[in-house]
């Protein structure tokens, strides 16, 4: 059974930066290079936004117009572990960040793609 874990979560001010791992135990021959795996995030009262999302196997990455330039997905096969770097965080990236992986080689920009789902981390970005 593929579980998947978000931590890292926090307060943090603005323009600040925060580290996002996303651990994934159970994998498919125990390794990452099988899935995509995606971020999402949902704020209050709205509905669960795509963020960015990798594809293990050949490190092919997207980013949501508005986290490109600031964010950066990155996967530690080693480790099944994928990163989400958060830099100049904006008040508006406060949300409940969700990690989520998919059974296939590509990641998708889309919820309900995604088979595997972790519990969600807090981001607060907030002076």
């Known amino acids: 059974q593929v579980q998947v874990v978000e931590s890292g979560g926090g307060v943090v001010q603005p323009g600040g930066s925060l580290r996002l791992p996303c651990a994934v135990s159970g994998a498919s021959g125990g390794t990452l290079d099988y899935y995509g795996i995606g971020w999402f995030r949902q704020a209050p009262g709205k509905e669960r936004d795509w963020v960015s999302c990798?594809?293990?196997?050949?490190?092919?990455?997207l980013y949501s117009d508005s986290v490109k330039g600031r964010f950066t997905i990155s996967s530690d096969n080693a480790k099944n572990t994928v990163y989400l770097q958060m830099n100049s965080l904006k008040p508006e990236d406060t949300a409940v960040y969700y990690c989520?992986?998919?059974?296939?080689?590509?990641?998708?920009?889309?919820?309900?793609?995604?088979?595997?789902w972790g519990q969600g981390t807090q981001v607060t970005v907030s002076s």
């Open positions: 990798i594809s293990a196997s050949d490190g092919s990455t």
């Open positions: 989520a992986a998919r059974y296939t080689y590509y990641c998708s920009t889309y919820v309900s793609e995604y088979d595997y």
